[in-house]
């Protein structure tokens, strides 16, 4: 069964720093491009950040520096490395995936297949 599940989300305060995961069943991470998005109340879903099957990176430039996405081939697993949080980053966080390329645009789903259920993030003091 093909599935993405997303953990590692919860609350945090200004400042500081979670880690996502995204973990893959059913299919082989590493021959996909995934990209992680996230919808905060009342928004439109946004792309932040991606990881090509070529290891093509790509980030929305209100992530870029704070972020970072990587992945573990032996775990299956796509991670999303989050510091120097702040309110506006508050949102549910999903994984995806999407057709294999050598490079990707954070800012893009086109093609996405699979998603996961998402996960709560919460930036608040």
């Known amino acids: 069964q093909l599935q993405l599940v997303e953990s590692g989300g919860g609350l945090v305060q200004p400042g500081g720093s979670l880690r996502l995961s995204c973990a893959a069943s059913?299919?082989?991470?590493?021959?996909?491009?995934i990209g992680w998005f996230r919808q905060a109340p009342g928004k439109e879903r946004e792309g932040i950040a991606c990881?090509?099957?070529?290891?093509?990176?790509n980030y929305k430039d209100s992530v870029k520096g704070r972020f970072t996405i990587s992945r573990d081939n032996a775990k299956n697993t796509v991670y999303l490395q989050m510091n120097s949080l702040k309110p506006e980053d508050t949102a549910i966080y999903y994984c995806?995936?999407?057709?294999?390329?050598?490079?990707?645009?954070?800012?893009?789903?086109?093609?996405?297949?699979?998603w996961g259920q998402g996960t709560q993030v919460t930036v608040s003091s």
């Open positions: 059913g299919f082989s991470l590493d021959d996909y491009t």
């Open positions: 995806a995936r999407r057709r294999g390329t050598n490079y990707c645009s954070a800012g893009t789903s086109n093609g996405s297949d699979y």
């Open positions: 990881i090509s099957s070529g290891d093509n990176i």
